[in-house]
């Protein structure tokens, strides 16, 4: 589009002081003839441009003159860099935007804010995990979402047949490598995963949206809920003082501290079923005590049970003979 170009000239110009309109055609990809009307359109719709004939010309702004199309300030640009730079890693759009974005700034804030967008790098994947690609229909469900077209969704619960629906899409979640989206139904919000999604299409119909409708907040309700369900068994626990920042790292939200006790803790530990937790903690052997509920205590049991009949006790080996 010729507003995007013009926009980018300007910006070039502030960037590098003076350019001509061979380094323009160039850069846009466009013919010579093509750059220099654009900058004879700067021009006469009073942007402050001159032009310099001559060897080592080229067009200026008058003065030096700038305009900041950013509005922003030096911590606020590093901020942006510094979020946004990751990212231009795998999107080439970010990239473009950044480019654009920093030729508009300040000539004193753009060091700083080139530095930072360098300044972090993001691995997703966890020690000994591959990196998860993004899914492919992360782009058309942000479409459906920025545009708000209604959605042709055919999604697969667990141990279900898939099924076809039409929804409102109101906002997509990366929650740790694995997407969500979050759509109206009929029967009001639903959050799919993406990984269950065996399609979807744009129908082109125009989706609704509630004018209060905050996704942060939508999401939050929706962690919420998920960590409730996760959440409906409770064991307490004997743990070592020495190694409790180990199991609490490894449960997270669902290990609490209940009472310290000298040189162990109790604490309390949630999940889903008596199973879970004793699948969870059963690796920890002997320097663990579950002291409630008894099914968790007898679910131990069982796998101590299964292990030592799996791998029974090697005898010593004889001493060798001298």
């Known amino acids: 589009m010729r507003a995007d170009r013009l926009v980018a000239t300007?910006?070039?110009?502030?960037?590098?002081?003076?350019?001509?309109?061979?380094?323009?055609?160039t850069?846009?990809?466009?013919?010579?003839?093509?750059?220099r009307r654009d900058l004879e359109a700067l021009s006469a719709a009073g942007v402050p441009v001159y032009s310099q004939p001559g060897r080592g010309g080229g067009w200026s702004l008058i003065g030096g003159a700038r305009t900041d199309l950013s509005g922003l300030t030096s911590a606020e640009a590093q901020a942006l860099f510094l979020i946004a730079g990751p990212a231009a890693k795998v999107a080439p759009q970010v990239k473009s935007a950044l480019r654009?974005?920093?030729?508009?700034?300040?000539?004193?804030?753009?060091?700083?804010?080139e530095a930072a967008s360098e300044a972090v790098v993001i691995d997703t994947a966890a020690w000994g995990e591959d990196t998860r690609d993004r899914p492919v229909l992360?782009?058309?469900?942000?479409?459906?979402?920025?545009?708000?077209?209604?959605?042709?969704?055919?999604?697969?619960?667990?141990?279900s047949a898939p099924s076809t629906r039409v929804v409102d899409p109101w906002g997509l979640v990366d929650k740790d490598g694995v997407w969500y989206f979050l759509a109206g139904t009929?029967?009001?919000?639903?959050?799919?995963?993406?990984?269950?999604?065996?399609?979807?299409?744009?129908?082109?119909?125009?989706?609704?949206r509630p004018p209060d409708f905050e996704l942060a907040s939508a999401?939050?309700?929706?962690?919420?809920?998920?960590?409730?369900?996760?959440?409906?068994?409770?064991?307490?626990?004997?743990?070592?003082?020495?190694?409790?920042?180990?199991?609490?790292?490894q449960h997270g939200r669902h290990c609490t501290v209940v009472e310290e006790l000298g040189d162990q803790v109790r604490v309390e530990l949630t999940a889903p079923r008596p199973l879970d937790i004793a699948r969870n903690v059963a690796g920890w052997g002997g320097m663990i005590t579950v002291e409630t509920p008894d099914d968790v205590q007898e679910h131990l049991?069982?796998?101590?049970?299964?292990?030592?009949?799996?791998?029974?006790?090697?005898?010593?080996?004889?001493?060798?003979?001298?």
Not at 187 to 207: C, I
Not at 301 to 322: D, K, N, T
């Open 186 to 208: 009929p029967d009001g919000q639903r959050a799919f995963r993406l990984d269950r999604v065996h399609g979807a299409v744009l129908t082109g119909a125009e989706a609704s």
């Open 301 to 322: 049991a069982r796998i101590g049970a299964e292990l030592v009949s799996r791998y029974p006790r090697a005898s010593p080996a004889a001493p060798a003979e001298s």
């Open 27 to 35: 850069e846009f990809e466009v013919s010579l003839a093509t750059a």
């Open 219 to 249: 999401w939050d309700s929706v962690v919420e809920k998920v960590e409730q369900r996760r959440a409906e068994t409770t064991a307490v626990v004997l743990v070592p003082a020495r190694f409790l920042d180990v199991f609490q790292r």
């Open 10 to 25: 300007l910006l070039l110009m502030q960037a590098r002081g003076r350019v001509t309109a061979a380094e323009l055609a």
């Open 138 to 159: 992360v782009s058309l469900l942000q479409q459906a979402v920025v545009q708000r077209i209604k959605v042709r969704l055919t999604y697969q619960k667990r141990g």
């Open 100 to 113: 654009k974005l920093v030729r508009a700034l300040p000539g004193t804030f753009r060091a700083d804010a």
